[in-house]
């Protein structure tokens, strides 16, 4: 099942962001964490570094998920970090449309993620993780396969 939201322009309005903060927790763990959260919905999550009372520091965590998604984050909150509690809030998420091109370099063909409003591109952004995977195969510093595919790009 695609956990992803649509590549269409439109209003998620039955979303929730959940956040903690966290003063206790192995950094470690909190990888693990998000790799739960995204796995179980989530459709964001995400750590800042934080001071928490005595100046103690500490992350929070945020989120967002559907409404529907709550029972399992809660779940994933309660038993796999130091948390006593967490807020939530409703929130509404404005999505742009979404395109995904092909950009062909002397690697090989790379995904570029597309940001489109009223029919223009307004935003583009090569694919990480095949970025890195050709910088890894061939050799080459990360930055000249991104240079490859933004040379490819109007």
Not at 90 to 99: L, S
Request: negative net charge; aromatic residues 10%.
């Amino acid at each position: 099942m695609d956990m992803h939201p649509p590549n269409n322009e439109h209003t998620d309005d039955e979303m929730l962001k959940i956040e903690v903060n966290l003063d206790d927790i192995p950094g470690e763990w909190l990888g693990h964490v998000m790799d739960l959260l995204f796995r179980a919905g989530a459709t964001d999550v995400f750590y800042s570094p934080i001071y928490m009372k005595k100046n103690r520091p500490g992350v929070l965590l945020q989120l967002l998920c559907s409404k529907n998604d709550f029972d399992a984050m809660k779940e994933i909150l309660l038993s796999e970090t130091t948390t006593l509690g967490f807020r939530y809030y409703p929130i509404t998420v404005q999505r742009m449309e979404r395109r995904f091109i092909k950009v062909n370099t002397k690697w090989g063909a790379i995904t570029v993620k597309q940001g489109i409003s009223k029919g223009e591109v307004f935003q583009q952004s090569p694919e990480y993780d095949e970025c890195k995977s050709i910088a890894d195969k061939y050799g080459v510093p990360l930055k000249k396969v991104y240079e490859a595919v933004w040379k490819q790009l109007p």
